[in-house]
């Protein structure tokens, strides 16, 4: 079965942590994305890798980093700098790199800073 | 930098009647995808627009793009209940490497 699975759907952590949310996809896609949701703002891009070992900033970089060590793997890391981390958080990929294809969502993870 | 931006941002109807979203830009768009995200789920891809002027139809959901590249809609046609979500436009940035997403407007439907 094929797609985008993004764990845990919740995750509860305390002020001052880092936290590291999981992205895998099987769908053999080149480029994976990071974004941020919060209510009323739509999606704001994080991070996005076109390819393995190379990697972007978005428009929203600040307190958070990535990694792209392998195809199917693009793990966000939400660092005590974030400044405010409570959020949704997607993950998503496309099957090229310059995304004139749709994007695939994964379920989203649900962070919150306590 | 390049902005997309969506109204209204909220839309209530009553089931069977027309709802319409638009999108637009201050900038010629290489093109436009509309997303649909039911309540608690994830963004999912409905179609693209990339010719000026473009039509295209799903059922009873209808999407253009505008003759100057500047703006489209998303025309929904007697709402349904399973309907209700939130649908964003996007459009290629980044050089094309990424897309940025327009904030998005939440439609209720009422029966």
């Known amino acids: 079965d094929g797609g985008i699975t993004q764990s845990p759907k919740y995750l509860f952590r305390k002020e001052g942590q880092n936290v590291t949310l999981s992205c895998e996809q099987n769908?053999?896609?080149?480029?994976m994305y990071w974004y941020r949701q919060d209510p009323g703002q739509g999606l704001r891009l994080i991070y996005y890798?076109?390819?393995?070992?190379?990697?972007q900033k978005g428009d929203i970089a600040e307190g958070y980093s990535v990694s792209r060590e392998k195809k199917e793997s693009f793990p966000l890391t939400v660092t005590s700098a974030q400044k405010n981390p409570t959020a949704f958080y997607l993950c998503?990929?496309?099957?090229?790199?310059?995304?004139?294809?749709?994007?695939?969502f994964g379920p989203g993870t649900r962070l919150t800073v306590l | 930098g390049q902005q997309v931006m969506q109204i209204p941002q909220y839309q209530h109807v009553q089931e069977g009647e027309d709802f319409t979203t638009y999108c637009n830009s201050s900038?010629?768009?290489?093109?436009i995808q509309w997303y649909k995200q039911r309540p608690g789920g994830h963004p999912v891809f409905l179609i693209q627009?990339?010719?000026?002027?473009e039509v295209k139809k799903q059922k009873r959901l209808t999407f253009q793009f505008g003759e100057a590249k500047k703006n489209s809609s998303l025309h929904i046609t007697a709402t349904q209940t399973t309907d209700v979500g939130t649908y964003f436009c996007?459009?290629?940035?980044?050089?094309?490497?990424?897309?940025?997403f327009g904030k998005g407007t939440t439609l209720s439907v009422s029966s």
């Open positions: 998503a990929s496309s099957p090229d790199r310059t995304v004139t294809d749709t994007q695939y």
């Open positions: 769908l053999n896609h080149d480029a």
């Open positions: 890798s076109q390819i393995v070992n190379d990697f």
């Open positions: 900038t010629t768009l290489s093109n």
């Open positions: 627009l990339v010719k000026s002027g």
């Open positions: 996007a459009t290629l940035y980044q050089a094309g490497t990424a897309l940025i």
